[in-house]
């Protein structure tokens, strides 16, 4: 079931998720103090090509908070707002609820991305 999900995810919106979090990490990679924030992207461009069957864990820190911080101001809002607009479209309709859903949890991950870990 995860397999079929994921691939209908793929093609409700996961690819263009999957490809914003590939160039909004190629462009933190580009500084020294963005590199940490730029693989926590690749590794949610690597969630957003199969979410289904993926569980997320938050972990912390002050380094962390400080870098999220930085995130939340250079990108992390506006990546969590636009997630979250694709989860409200898809939760309009009943058959759309999992994959809004799975946006939601994307949107989650676009507020705090340091310190989380994807499980599955």
Do not use: D, H, Y
Not at 56 to 74: H, S
């Amino acid at each position: 079931m995860s397999l079929l999900g994921n691939i209908i995810w793929l093609i409700c919106g996961g690819f263009l998720s999957a490809i914003a979090f590939f160039f909004l990490g190629c462009l933190w990679c580009c500084t020294i103090v963005g590199i940490p924030i730029g693989l926590q992207c690749f590794k949610f461009a690597k969630l957003s090509f199969s979410p289904f069957g993926k569980e997320v864990r938050f972990g912390g820190g002050a380094g962390r908070l400080l870098l999220n911080i930085l995130w939340l101001m250079f990108g992390g809002l506006e990546m969590a707002a636009a997630t979250a607009v694709l989860g409200l479209v898809m939760c309009i309709s009943i058959v759309g609820i999992p994959f809004g859903l799975q946006f939601f949890k994307l949107a989650k991950l676009s507020l705090m991305p340091l310190g989380a870990k994807v499980i599955g």
